[in-house]
């Protein structure tokens, strides 16, 4: 059956990765009966606001609830005018609060730490990127760190899960001493909902011994919970231990809705120039097709990544070599169709 692909290409380099995804997407059919697909594209970011919408057209979001998957491109938050956002408001809009990064080493990528395999959960809806800001006056500005037990319980569940299926560790990274209220809330619910989980050991860590740590102890990590800044730092921290944002994928996803998205941002200084690496999207197309059900097709993207960076021979600037975006595409679909 004919699966609904919404794609958002959003800003800068998204529209040159998402064109790389779906190729690769495309390719798949001829391989896997089961996954063939219809796509559809619909505008988000500096993209839709030039176009003379909102940044986060009702049209798009509408676009998403009647699509059976959506990948995302890249939203370029710093370029929109102040006080509008597209990505927050994405979100909290369709209730996606779980940010799922998977981040692995890969065989002939120059990195830190060969053997790391960790998956950082973070909460995406609330915490720090809450989207509540207001000024003090015209000398001072606050924004709001809100943590709910709601959204503490049903991320730690997600994490919890996940941990169960991997190597049944999870750490929960938290600021403790200066977030008592807040952070003491989220542990709270994180320890309550860890009593379901009997066969998973919980480790509760401080985020600033926990950065230190994935530097010098990568091999204790397994499954990391956070909430929303934490998890959007650390897991740019673990991406550099293995080559960089180039290879960082992801799933934002909520009890009915979600997109998948590459970890990096728009990169509007190389946008054009043909050498983004598109290899977080593609990987991020395997997770969307994951989640659709058809696990061969998506473990067939991820071999076919694999091998060709254990190849060594197209690999485009960012991961130290001249391919360009569309030879990294070509050799991809290549080894896929082997």
């Not at 994490?159 to 991997?166: G, K, M, Q, V, W």
């Not at 946008?271 to 598109?278: L, M, Q, V």
Request: with cysteine; glycine share 10%; proline share 4%.
């Amino acid at each position: 059956m004919t699966k609904k692909i919404l794609l958002l290409p959003g800003d800068g380099i998204g529209a040159e990765v998402v064109d790389s995804a779906k190729a690769v997407l495309q390719a798949l059919s001829t391989r896997f009966p089961d996954a063939t697909y219809e796509f559809q594209e619909a505008p988000i970011g500096v993209a839709a606001l030039k176009a003379g919408n909102d940044p986060l057209p009702e049209t798009t979001i509408e676009a998403v609830k009647s699509s059976d998957g959506c990948l995302l491109g890249a939203v370029d938050e710093a370029a929109l005018p102040k006080g509008t956002s597209a990505l927050g408001r994405f979100r909290r809009r369709l209730q996606l609060y779980a940010n799922v990064r998977p981040l692995r080493a890969y065989a002939g990528v120059a990195c830190l730490c060969p053997d790391l395999d960790i998956v950082v959960v973070r909460e995406n809806s609330e915490g720090m990127y809450s989207g509540t800001e207001y000024a003090v006056g015209t000398d001072a500005a606050c924004a709001v760190r809100i943590i709910t037990r709601e959204g503490s319980r049903r991320i730690a569940k997600v994490a919890f899960e996940l941990a169960a299926s991997r190597r049944k560790r999870l750490t929960v990274v938290h600021k403790l001493g200066a977030f008592k209220m807040t952070d003491g809330l989220f542990l709270e619910c994180v320890r309550e909902v860890g009593k379901s989980y009997p066969g998973v050991a919980l480790d509760p860590r401080n985020i600033d011994a926990a950065a230190m740590d994935l530097i010098q102890h990568p091999g204790q990590f397994d499954v990391i919970l956070a909430t929303n800044m934490f998890g959007d730092i650390l897991s740019d921290e673990i991406a550099g231990l293995v080559g960089g944002l180039g290879l960082a994928a992801s799933s934002v996803l909520g009890d009915k809705y979600g997109y998948f998205e590459p970890v990096h941002g728009s990169a509007p200084d190389i946008a054009g120039k043909g050498i983004a690496n598109p290899m977080a999207t593609i990987l991020s197309a395997a997770m969307l097709v994951d989640h659709l059900g058809q696990k061969k097709a998506a473990a067939a993207i991820g071999e076919a990544v694999t091998s060709v960076l254990a190849a060594g021979k197209v690999r485009t600037p960012d991961l130290k070599g001249k391919s360009s975006t569309q030879d990294v595409t070509r050799a991809v679909i290549d080894q896929l169709m082997r």
